[in-house]
Structure formats: C-alpha cells, structure tokens
Antibody
C-alpha cells in the first residue's frame, strides 16, 4: 500500500524550531518529487515547499523562505521539513504529498504544529 | 503568482442533483497543470482530477473536469451522500503551486 506518514508536530514557542518527518512506503520514494502543504485551522490549503527526487533542487513559498528547509533521505525513504523562527501564523496541519506531474497524488494524514507561548 | 478564485464559496444541493464548481485563474493556466481535490472533515485532501479533465485512480465517473485558459469547472453529475465536502482547485506555474480558497458543498 502506498503510504505517507508524518510525525514531529507539536507545541512550540514563537521563535522556536521544529523538524517534521514524513515516512514513505509502498512506492519507489527516490523517484518522486515531494512537497509539504499546510492548512491552518478552518482555512484552506497552502503549498509550502517542494524538493526534487535526488534532493538537489528545492523551492519555497515566500512566506517560509529563509526559515524553513526541506530535505530528504532516500536511503531511509523519509522527507523532512526543518522549521526555524516559527511564528503564530505558521500554526497549521502540515501534510507531505507526492508529486505526480505537478499535482499532489498521494497525501499523508498530516501532523499538527501549534505555535504559542 | 497566479491566483485561483473558486465560486461559489458554498453550494447547497440535495443528493441526486448536479453540482457545478468553478475555478477562475488570474492569468492563463496550462490545463496540464490544473487539478481538483476533495477534502472531508478531519481527513487529508484526495486527488480527484488532474490535467484539468483526467480522473485520478479510483475516482467515480460522476466526477468530471473541464476548461482551459483561465476558466475551469468540476462537475459532479449526480451527488451521492459521500460527495458533500470541500473542493479545492490547484495549479502549477512559474515554479509556484497555488490553491483556490475552496468551495464547500453542503447538503440542502
């Protein structure tokens, strides 16, 4: 079964850091671009970042550029999102998603990030 | 950045009726890079349509997508109870991915 499972969410203070993980299974992880997408409570979907299949190219939404870093370990079939300098407006459910021709064909169940003092 | 505007914000219909959801782009979008997703409460989004009109694996044929340029449509031919959810369109262009704000399809 093709599956993505996120972890690492939790409560963090403003200005703090958190690293999210996304474990992939059931497909050849190293062949696919991967993304992070977030959704604030009661709000819509917002794309955050994308990494290519070998990790050599990354892009970010302007709102997280310079604060978040996407990476991957193809040997471990795992995607990461390092989030630094967290702000209240970063609070959201963070989903990892697989890229298929520039759309998101497989999604994880999400991990919640809360930013509060 | 291409902005996607979905309408209506909320659509109230009954099971068995036809639903028509609109997604309008602020500039032309390649149809190859236009998708639709369904999201139910507490769940992750699910890909319904990609390439503007191709159904994803396992999606019933009552779901169809159409459109080109700046105007795209998701049609659900006969609503089933499980179709009541929030629907998002999404596009890719100029190394950016954007979503519409969503249309909530609710039971009338």
């Amino acid at each position: 079964e093709v599956q993505l499972v996120e972890s690492g969410g939790g409560l963090v203070q403003p200005g703090g850091s958190l690293r999210l993980s996304c474990a992939a299974s059931g497909f050849t992880f190293s062949s696919y671009w991967m993304h992070w997408v977030r959704q604030a409570p009661g709000k819509g979907l917002v794309w955050v970042s994308r990494i290519n299949s070998d990790g050599s190219n990354t892009i970010y939404a302007d709102s997280v550029k310079g604060r978040f870093t996407i990476s991957r370990d193809n040997a471990k079939n795992t995607l990461y999102l390092q989030m630094n300098s967290l702000r209240a407006d970063d609070a959201a459910v963070y989903y990892c998603a697989r890229d298929r021709q520039y759309v998101f064909d497989i999604w994880g169940q999400g991990t919640m990030v809360t930013v509060s003092s | 950045e291409i902005v996607l505007t979905q309408s209506p914000g909320t659509l109230s219909l009954s099971p068995g009726e036809r639903a028509t959801l609109s997604c309008r782009a602020s500039q032309s979008v390649s149809g190859s890079y236009l998708a639709w997703y369904q999201q139910k409460p507490g769940q992750a989004p699910r890909l319904l349509i990609y390439g503007a009109s191709s159904r994803a694996t396992g999606i019933p044929d009552r779901f169809s997508g159409s459109g080109s340029g700046t105007d795209f449509t998701l049609t659900i031919s006969r609503l089933e109870p499980e179709d009541f959810a929030v629907y998002y369109c999404q596009q890719y262009g100029s190394s950016l991915y954007t979503f519409g704000q969503g249309t909530k399809l609710e039971i009338k």
